[in-house]
């Protein structure tokens, strides 16, 4: 992934951590003719930073002591962390340790408030939950028994996201973080920070004469129905509850902090009811010719009995007729949904004629005792608005999306679904992220990457197969999925796809759970020839392949915690000869595992792509300890195309074949490869991007005639040892090499006997 670079961007963070005692106890005494002793109670929560907690990351990856493009994180004292020249993707992570000294239980909760140039751009975040509008949820601390209850820690992240803009170069920002506590019951007593405060009895009068973007403090109570009357217009409060709010044509409009009560829900659409309606043409009196536009709704819980379960969403965004303009845009962000529903948030046509984006984060969907009975915790049909669900954890539901026209969208539309936490307590089979029709529209885009999920004691098949599609990218919808989680179910699986025409000629997932994987395996793109042939052989010859042979095109997919130490080998035709261009249905795919091969020989290879494989990605993958990636031999084991992407090679590795088409390797790091990095012959076609490689004696080695080499925007250095440091090493004639936009450390552009160009632009 290419990185957007902010030089000088220096955030300084001064954490006051101070204390905030509110909502005081007043106690009433009288007197009488015995003695009575009357103390009031302590509010009081020490904290201190634990410095040597302190972390960094760089796009997730943690780092040693800076952050990967040079950036520092220091502390200059006790209560100031202090982080020079961050760049997108930098993250400080640290430890607050709390001491309750208390002698009632209390509440707390992590404020910060933010100046300067970078304050709209940096992401705090508090035990995982994002700190929204300067305040994190408040959490109950009961009154300590013992010293180990007395002390917790709180873990804050400070980012600055991988999507921050140009606009935040050269940024300064100030943070000033406080620890805020109140009694166990004091919440209820705070005041909100508003305009105008209103109470159940006088939010009709006020929202009927309020001016737009004005702040509305709910003060405790409970609330009938709201309707917002305005633009820019603020619900916020600490303890209040609402039947139901409409927002009706509205812009900019926030929700902060009220809890709705399921039982009083409304009709919102097909006659069913919901507790928080966005612009739906149910009635005369809700009808509008303007959309409902960028909604906020944050810190909010969903709570309550509805009267019809099935027929009740917590959240609807719904427009019957589309003339007015849809719903478009709304950040749905820190809230909590624990009622039974049919969906908790509905979304039909949002985004209507491509105006709105929808971002849906750090939320809880559903808990052990809760039942969605559609399954889907979200549901955004007909969508054509960009959509980003993320860091939210769904329990026993999952989410739905399908774009405007089915598969016939034509606009260009960018999903997201990273992050995710997917709970199953139920054993039921249910599906977790179903992105429909995607899969076959060319203009959209999504990314489905970094989702987690949890499972109950038994699985249904059907459950594993709809997890599987995939927490890394979309599956296409005719996929089969096999599951293994060790050595004998691998070696099954894959013996399963080999025998069982069932699965040839359609794409399969084998998804691995974490674990060592120890035995040698192999994987055959065409299963009825076996594989593998001699070179001498004519019954498995390239050039007797018709090209409509039968195929098996195999994803190998990871969970976090898979390695293999053994062998793994991908067979492709058999004898390579010529005519790769007949092999272009066989496919093999490679995600997100670890090959380790620190148990074996020196010249040990962890992964051998052989006789013409063709059409190979080894995506997100870490190599250790191998002396060799082999891409191809010679002769019978010339492959077609392999590419790397977003790959980790470490101590020792040095991909080598013989590639008749083409080898790619892309945003990817190599450290330590002691015996160089590429190793190619006769005719490779070869490109390198965006990657940063320190290895020894040789960047590049060629054999044989003709190997054209593209490197760009990649970082080369090449270390002194065994036959030298060179940026090529020519054997044979005929190559070309070209680095145009990198970063070149070595001695000799080219260290061998052989001839060719080199150019660096």
Known sequence: MKRKIILSSIMTIILSLSLIAGSTLALFTSQSQVNISVSSA??????????????????????????????????????????????????????????????????????????????????AKADGQKIVNGKSAWTLWKT?????????????????????????????????LQLIAVQGNGTELLTPVCDVLATPETIDEILATVAPNTVIGLAKGKYGSIKL?????????????????????????????????????KMAYNSKG???????????????????????IQNCIFTGTPADPDNFVSICFYERNRSGGGINGATITGCTFETDAAYYVYMYYPGYKRTGEFVITNNKFG??????????????????????????????????????????????????????????TTDSVMTVIGLRHFHSLPKCTAVVKGNEAMFG??????????????????????????????????AAALATVKANSTYWNTPVIISLAANIYSADYDINQYPEWNGVVGAGSSANNMSTLKGDENVANITILGDDGVTFTGNVTINGFGNAGTGFTKATNASTVIKNVTFDAANHTDDQIALYVKAAANNVSIEGCT???????????????????????????????????????????????????????????????????????????????????????????????????????????????????????????????????????????
């Open 42 to 123: 302590k509010v009081n929560i020490l904290s201190v930073i634990e410095q040597n907690s302190l972390e960094l990351y760089s796009l997730d990856v943690k780092q040693d002591v800076q952050f990967e493009n040079g950036g520092t994180a220091e502390f200059t004292d006790a209560a100031t962390l202090v982080l020079n020249n961050v760049t997108p993707g930098d993250k400080a992570v640290f430890d607050i340790v709390m001491t309750n000294e208390s002698t009632v239980d209390v509440q707390y909760q992590v404020a910060w408030s933010v100046n300067g140039s970078l304050a709209g751009g940096l992401v």
């Open 144 to 176: 300590p028994t013992s010293d180990a209850e007395a002390t917790r820690t709180i873990t804050v992240s400070i980012e600055l996201p991988v999507e921050a803009g140009n606009e935040y170069q050269d940024g300064k920002a100030e943070i000033a």
């Open 229 to 265: 009357t305005q633009d820019g217009l603020t619900l916020v409060t600490y303890n209040a509850v609402v039947d139901y709010v409409n927002v009706n044509a509205k812009k900019n409009c926030t929700l902060d902090g009220i809890t709705f009560d399921a039982a009083g829900a």
């Open 274 to 296: 919901t507790a928080l309606n966005i612009y739906t043409n149910v009635a005369s009196a809700e009808k509008s010719d303007v959309p409902a536009k960028d909604l906020t």
């Open 367 to 424: 808990t052990s005792s809760t039942t969605v009975s559609s399954a889907s915790a979200i549901y955004a049909g007909n969508t054509q608005g960009d959509t980003t669900v993320s860091g939210n954890v769904f329990t026993n539901s999952g989410i739905t999306i399908t774009p405007h026209n089915g598969a016939s969208c034509s606009y260009a539309l960018n999903i997201a679904v990273t992050d995710n936490q997917f709970v199953n």
């Open 457 to 490: 004691s038994t699985l249904s098949n059907a459950y594993i197969d709809a997890l599987s599609y995939e927490c890394y990218d979309i599956t296409p919808a005719n996929a089969k999925v096999l599951r293994a989680t060790n050595d004998a179910e691998l």
């Open 623 to 761: 190599f250790e300890n191998a002396s060799h990636v082999t891409v191809g031999g010679s002769g019978a084991n010339a492959i077609g195309t392999v590419s790397f992407d977003e790959c980790f090679f470490n101590n020792g590795n040095c991909i080598s074949g013989y590639v008749a088409n083409a080898l790619t390797v892309t945003n990817s790091t190599a450290k330590n490869a002691y015996k160089g990095f590429i190793n190619v012959q006769n005719k490779s076609n070869v490109t390198v991007d965006n990657c940063n490689v320190e290895c020894s004696e040789f960047f590049l080695r060629t054999n044989g005639v003709n190997v054209a080499t593209t490197v760009t925007n990649s970082t080369i250095t090449v270390n002194d040892a065994g036959e030298g440091s060179s940026l090529v090493l020519y054997r044979g004639s005929g190559h070309t090499a070209t680095f145009t936009g990198c970063t070149l450390t070595y001695a000799v552009e080219n260290g061998g006997a052989g001839t060719g160009t080199i150019t660096i632009n």
